[in-house]
Structure formats: structure tokens, C-alpha cells
């Protein structure tokens, strides 16, 4: 049975990242020990559902093992247009995510904030990416994560109308279970073990928590 209220944790690029691709990246990078230490955090909250953005090649370099390890899974949100070149994931490498039974997600052609991005470039972001990703993959792509978190109206109104089955956030809070729009909270590079812990699982009871969901719904859409 699914949880009435679970818990989204994202992770980025885990280890020694590159050069900045956009600024502020490496805020979201964390230590491979410090992953670790998160991922055993997780492991006994079935609540939690993790999700890994940006495609970046420590997805499948370092997080696979760790995750199959485990005994867990997670959604990969890669870059279309980033797969096969340095530093991310390869076209091989997506396939072993679904090969272990990992989910593979869009996050777009070329990691953009989508409300930035004119309707006649649009396309190429919300559904070219996705069938690039599906081919790659080998199987249909039904999920979205918005690249900065970012997203607004018109993108959300796109999205559904394209028939993404999921859309995945940054707003730092709990969701519903079988909610359209998950919110989730991204693992920081200044994240320890119990930041971690109060940030996500601070306990405010299940009823207020679901009317925060709520109420932010309700907020985004005016
Ligand atoms: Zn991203």
C-alpha cells in the first residue's frame, strides 16, 4: 500500500563534481559519505521516495551500487542533452538504471528553467527530451522534474496536457502519495546526517502537513 504522505528526497551529483555548469551547482553536490549516510537515513522510512536530477555520471557510478545495495529504488530525472558527454550519465548507463529496476524521468533538453522558455522553444524541452530519453531508455517516460524547481502555470497546464502522469518539484515540503505535483526536498552540500533528518522529518503530524500541501496548491495556482 502506498503512503498516504511521503516524504520526496532529490539528490544531484554525488562526490567530486566538475566545473560549475550553472552557478550555484555545487550547492547540491554532496560528499559520497555523506550520501551514504542520508541513503541509510532513508532506508528504514518507507514514507521516502528518492529521486536523483541532472543525470550527472555518479548516478550510475556511485548511487546504483549504493541503491541496489540497499535494496532501494529511485526515479533518475536525466538531461537530454547532456547524455554521452563528460561528466554525465551515458546512454549505457541509463539503460543499467532500468535494468535495476530504477524509474528514468525527463529533466529536460538542456537543464533551462522551463517558465523561461518561449512557447516555440517549449517543445523541444517538455516533449522532444522526453522521447529522446524514452528511446534511450527503452521504455515510455511518464515523469517530469522541473529543472531549478522552477515552474508557473502555463508549464504545469503544458505538462498535463502532454500527459505526464508526474511532475516533481523543489518546494521543500511533504506530498500527497498519489498527488499529480510532488514537492520534494533537495539534499544540500552543507546537508549533515541530522539537518537532513530535521529538515525532513520534522514531525508537525500527518493532518497539518497535508493541509501545508494543500494550501500551497492552492498558492501556485493563482
Ligand atoms: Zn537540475
Redesign the pocket.
Given at each position: 500500500m502506498s503512503p498516504q504522505v511521503v516524504h520526496n528526497v532529490s539528490f544531484?551529483g554525488v562526490g567530486a563534481p566538475g566545473p560549475e555548469r550553472e552557478p550555484g551547482e555545487h550547492d547540491y553536490w554532496v560528499s559520497r559519505d555523506s550520501f551514504l549516510r542520508i541513503l541509510d537515513a532513508c532506508a528504514a522510512r518507507p514514507e521516502v521516495r528518492l529521486s536523483f536530477?541532472?543525470g550527472n555520471e555518479s548516478d550510475v557510478a556511485i548511487a546504483l551500487p549504493a541503491l541496489v545495495e540497499r535494496g532501494l529504488t529511485a526515479d533518475f530525472?536525466v538531461?537530454a542533452g547532456r547524455i554521452d558527454t563528460p561528466g554525465n550519465v551515458s546512454a549505457e548507463g541509463v539503460r543499467a538504471l532500468v535494468a535495476a529496476g530504477m524509474g528514468v524521468g525527463t529533466?529536460g533538453l538542456g537543464?533551462r528553467a522551463w517558465p523561461d522558455v518561449p512557447d516555440t522553444e517549449l517543445r523541444a524541452e517538455l516533449t522532444d527530451a522526453r522521447t529522446a530519453i524514452a528511446e534511450t531508455a527503452g521504455r515510455p517516460v511518464d515523469s517530469a522534474?522541473c529543472?531549478?524547481g522552477a515552474y508557473d502555470r502555463r508549464i504545469l497546464g503544458r505538462l498535463r496536457a502532454l500527459g505526464y502522469r508526474r511532475v516533481y518539484t523543489s518546494d521543500r515540503r511533504p506530498a500527497a502519495g498519489e498527488a499529480w505535483l510532488q514537492a520534494r526536498f533537495s539534499v544540500l552540500a552543507t546537508d549533515t546526517v541530522d539537518s537532513f533528518r530535521t529538515a525532513v522529518f520534522a514531525h508537525r503530524g500527518p493532518a497539518r502537513r497535508l493541509r501545508d500541501t494543500a494550501v500551497g496548491a492552492v498558492k501556485r495556482w493563482r
Amino acid at each position: 500500500m502506498s503512503p498516504q504522505v511521503v516524504h520526496n528526497v532529490s539528490f544531484h551529483g554525488v562526490g567530486a563534481p566538475g566545473p560549475e555548469r550553472e552557478p550555484g551547482e555545487h550547492d547540491y553536490w554532496v560528499s559520497r559519505d555523506s550520501f551514504l549516510r542520508i541513503l541509510d537515513a532513508c532506508a528504514a522510512r518507507p514514507e521516502v521516495r528518492l529521486s536523483f536530477d541532472d543525470g550527472n555520471e555518479s548516478d550510475v557510478a556511485i548511487a546504483l551500487p549504493a541503491l541496489v545495495e540497499r535494496g532501494l529504488t529511485a526515479d533518475f530525472f536525466v538531461i537530454a542533452g547532456r547524455i554521452d558527454t563528460p561528466g554525465n550519465v551515458s546512454a549505457e548507463g541509463v539503460r543499467a538504471l532500468v535494468a535495476a529496476g530504477m524509474g528514468v524521468g525527463t529533466h529536460g533538453l538542456g537543464h533551462r528553467a522551463w517558465p523561461d522558455v518561449p512557447d516555440t522553444e517549449l517543445r523541444a524541452e517538455l516533449t522532444d527530451a522526453r522521447t529522446a530519453i524514452a528511446e534511450t531508455a527503452g521504455r515510455p517516460v511518464d515523469s517530469a522534474a522541473c529543472p531549478f524547481g522552477a515552474y508557473d502555470r502555463r508549464i504545469l497546464g503544458r505538462l498535463r496536457a502532454l500527459g505526464y502522469r508526474r511532475v516533481y518539484t523543489s518546494d521543500r515540503r511533504p506530498a500527497a502519495g498519489e498527488a499529480w505535483l510532488q514537492a520534494r526536498f533537495s539534499v544540500l552540500a552543507t546537508d549533515t546526517v541530522d539537518s537532513f533528518r530535521t529538515a525532513v522529518f520534522a514531525h508537525r503530524g500527518p493532518a497539518r502537513r497535508l493541509r501545508d500541501t494543500a494550501v500551497g496548491a492552492v498558492k501556485r495556482w493563482r
